[in-house]
């Protein structure tokens, strides 16, 4: 392209002079050209951008609109498996660890290491990054539940395989069998006394049965006392060592002696509707070192987990005591 060509008049000649342009003037002419093709060329590029999806761009978009719909459903599952982790661990220290007297496992122990993982999170700010640094926390968190739970199942086996005797004396069946039973009439806890109408702490748990149902020990022991035992009506009370004591009481019938040897599952008594009783029913007790505890914890032998399940769910709905 040609050069263009100034001219100004001279008035004292009267004639046109041609104009030369110093260095200054041509360096400023250099750079608003380029800065105008600059600007022209970024709004081109704008409009590319905003209003006409190139092919890559699109494809592009496409992925990552895809890939955070994936990490949103990839968080949303591990918030299910960390939930199922933690009633896993819940049961471990109530249920399990309680059953073999043995300390449960502190949260310091099972989240050990995890203390500084989430310290990047604090320099990210995009959404996205986000999004990855907190599933990234989250498996961190699913793999140390893994590890700690799997390290504890590993010890409770040990403790099993070197505890097989105790193991059969401790409580571990319902009394009454699950076919035989009409409802839970009440669980353990403080319920309303059936025929004074005030608030009481209710230390068993209450099977509605017909009378003459078959009753049996929950576990290995020796019977300590078998007769009649004020309101409790016709009770048995076995020891079964390892400071475990079960009561079965309100019994129609009395099928063992005092000082007798039982096995878990031996008939020892009929359901009945003696003593302190409303209806036919069982009141069943476990103590622990003279304390009562709740009996739906010693029933892991012979329910499957739904029967289990609906047990708890009856026992906790069951407002009234029968005796």
């Known amino acids: 392209m040609s050069r263009k060509v100034y ?52 494809r592009l978009r496409e992925e990552n609109t895809l890939l955070k719909e994936q990490l949103t459903d990839l968080d949303r599952r591990l918030d299910a498996s960390i939930a199922v982790m933690e009633a896993i661990a819940d049961r471990d220290n109530n249920f399990y660890r309680v059953i073999m007297q043995t300390e449960p496992i502190s949260d310091s122990r099972r989240y050990a290491g995890l203390e500084n993982t989430s310290a990047y999170r604090r320099l990210v700010s995009l959404d996205d990054a986000g999004l990855a640094a907190e599933i990234n926390d989250k498996m961190n968190m699913l793999d140390r539940q893994i590890y700690s739970q799997i390290q504890s199942f590993d010890s409770l086996r040990i403790i099993a395989s070197e505890q097989q005797e105790r193991l059969m004396h401790i409580p571990s069946i319902m009394p009454v069998a699950e076919s035989s039973l009409r409802t839970m009439a009440s669980g353990y806890g403080y319920r309303i006394d059936p025929i004074y109408g005030t608030g009481k702490f209710h230390e068993g748990m209450d099977f509605s049965a017909p009378v003459g149902t078959p009753v049996y020990a929950t576990g290995d022991g020796k019977v300590t006392d078998a007769g009649w035992n004020h309101g409790y009506g016709n009770s048995i009370d076995i020891s079964h060592g390892y400071d475990y004591l079960t009561r079965y009481a309100h019994l129609s019938k009395i099928m063992v002696k005092k000082g007798q040897e039982v096995k878990r ?12 009783s409303t209806g036919p029913h069982l009141h069943y007790e476990v103590r622990y070192k003279g304390t009562p505890q709740n009996p739906v914890r010693f029933y892991f032998q012979d329910l499957t987990p739904e029967q289990y399940n609906e047990l708890i769910h009856q026992a906790e709905n069951a407002s009234h005591v029968m005796d």
């Open 265 to 276: 599952g031996d008939l020892i008594g009929l359901l009945g509707n003696t003593g302190k």
């Open 7 to 58: 001219y100004r008049f001279n008035t004292v000649t009267e004639t046109y002079e041609r104009v030369y342009p110093t260095r200054r003037q041509r360096v400023l002419a250099i750079l608003k050209q380029t800065l105008e093709g600059i600007g022209i060329g970024g709004c081109i590029l704008l409009i590319l951008y905003y209003w006409i999806d190139l092919p890559r761009e699109k």
